[in-house]
């Protein structure tokens, strides 16, 4: 049997406008190197899980991502990051929520879900656990960045002035997931982020709630959501494309694409990758872009930016 | 039309032998409390999200319920409590986790559907937004209560002996939850709890997660969960009930009984009480027992704890 992985890098207003050609392949790089990253694992018989982590660790490690380096500020200017992984077989899951220090926030998740009984850790309680835990740490210095510095001070002065945003919304809450199902057909999800520039402190979004924005049942589907985060919540976005497949008998592709384009008149902005166990690939979006990838057992990386056909790598 | 409200105070292995008739009356005495403060705003024609808030809020008053007043301690011998509402109408929701302070969390989830751009707040910045609301706070001696002290000390030491738990566990992880159907045909549910006693510190369980413990939808039902909340997260057992009712037709009852009775193999020892449209009730556990009733129009409140017919408050 084969095996596939795909990954997304935040979705939104993606605006040409602002868009160089040298961030352009940037993120094109970047999409690619995650891909990859996972593909090594699936390639060398790995499980799912650990694919869907190797590239939602490429996406944290690359600061152009909303999720540990590069991450956004909250509103108090700080960093908290949330996290979460699911493997379909078991439905054995762990989450992390307003954290700053490991390096990367889903292996933090992994460890919530392998050495802790629970599910999902917060804040101050979830830094104490993971202190014990064998991961790497960093000084906040890390994962600070000018970039998601100024877009902080931006929304900030927009608040202030009471304007709509007219900034590229993809920065302003992006996340970075994957899914995968690999030879052995198990699927698995990975979800990371900043959240939202400008978030409350203490801010959960959906990332690390599973059945929102992270969800995974060798059943159904795998699924990691980037969006308005709250209405992903709200809509329960990704355990309602499992349960379209399962009681409904719809493809994958239908039952994605419905959800997402429900979420759209609800001021649910964004989009997701999911996965089935026939190597199934969907990945909707209801705004003008999503960063996005898959790559199967030919190795070929295949990315997109805009609301336009996947390219092949050709790096 | 007519309206309804159903709660429960918590689910597991309730033990008569460890049960006398004075803690029986009490608890059926909470129960009745709690259901007479929803049928109060109910009948005066107030809505369903107003009618589980009350009762919710009876119940965190009441040291015999593991929520408010009476939480259970984390393993560090401190108070974290978890609550959420969701309203069926527009699926508006709010909610907070590991807060200590509000007299009533569950106003503070309120306080975060209605006065935040959030869903879900956690922590120190949830105590830092909640202290700009308008809601009642307490001292921590407020909260605590010697038996839940004791309690912790027993699970402790039961860890340290490496035995298999002897309690009562749904004095461990019990929880209070209402769920109602309006005048008007609105749906809502709230959740609140202490959690699991000896939990880790930061430790979120499924009350605050929406399609976990707590869930509401106009189209389908309103569901409030208690029990082992990393399972429910993992089966997203509320959102899971709305599902098979609507994507595979069928009735509350069927649906909620289902979703429980799948639970139980996996280890998601617990119950719920759930609601839909037409005023149907359903209130499934797996284990023991559950502290719950229901309350209709005429305003008898109708209780039970073990598996055993409700019986019509005489007071």
Redesign the interface.
């Known amino acids: 049997m084969g095996f596939i992985l795909a990954i997304h890098g935040g979705a939104g207003t993606i605006r040409r406008a602002t868009m160089t050609p040298e961030l352009e392949s940037g993120y094109h790089a970047g999409l690619c190197a995650a891909l990859k990253a996972g593909h090594a694992v699936l390639a060398a018989g790995g499980p799912a899980l650990d694919a869907t982590i190797a590239a939602v660790m490429a996406m944290e490690d690359n600061p152009l991502f909303n999720a540990g380096r590069g991450a956004v500020y909250?509103s108090a200017g700080k960093l908290?990051m949330d996290a979460a992984v699911?493997e379909g077989r078991e439905?054995?899951?762990g989450a992390v929520?307003?954290i700053c220090g490991p390096r990367n926030p889903v292996l933090a998740a992994r460890a919530v879900m392998e050495h802790?009984?629970?599910?999902?850790?917060?804040?101050?309680?979830?830094?104490?656990?993971l202190n014990t835990q064998d991961i790497v740490f960093e000084a906040p210095e890390y994962f600070a960045t000018e970039r998601r510095w100024k877009a902080l001070q931006t929304e900030l002065e927009r608040r202030r002035m009471g304007a709509m945003t007219e900034a590229d919304d993809s920065t302003r809450h992006g996340t970075v997931g994957a899914v995968a199902c690999d030879a052995q057909g198990n699927l698995a999800a990975s979800t990371s982020t900043g959240g939202m520039t400008g978030?409350?402190?203490?801010?959960?979004?959906d990332s690390p709630?599973?059945?929102?924005g992270t969800?995974a049942d060798n059943g159904s589907c795998a699924v990691s959501c980037t969006g308005v985060?709250?209405l992903f919540?709200?809509?329960?976005a990704a355990?309602?494309i499992s349960?379209?497949m399962r009681?409904?008998g719809e493809g994958l592709e239908a039952a994605a694409d419905k959800v997402v384009t429900d979420l759209a008149p609800v001021g649910g902005n964004g989009g997701l990758v999911a996965v089935d166990a026939a190597g199934t690939v969907a990945m909707p979006f209801n705004c003008a872009g999503m960063y996005r990838g898959r790559i199967g057992e030919d190795g070929v990386a295949w990315t997109a930016i805009y609301r336009e056909e996947l390219r092949a790598d050709r790096g």
């Open positions: 909250t908290e699911m439905r054995r899951a929520a307003g802790s009984d629970h599910e999902l850790l917060g804040g101050a309680g979830a830094m104490a656990f978030k409350l402190p203490g801010r959960v979004g709630q599973i059945g929102s969800f985060g709250e919540v709200r809509y329960c355990h309602e349960a379209r009681f409904l």
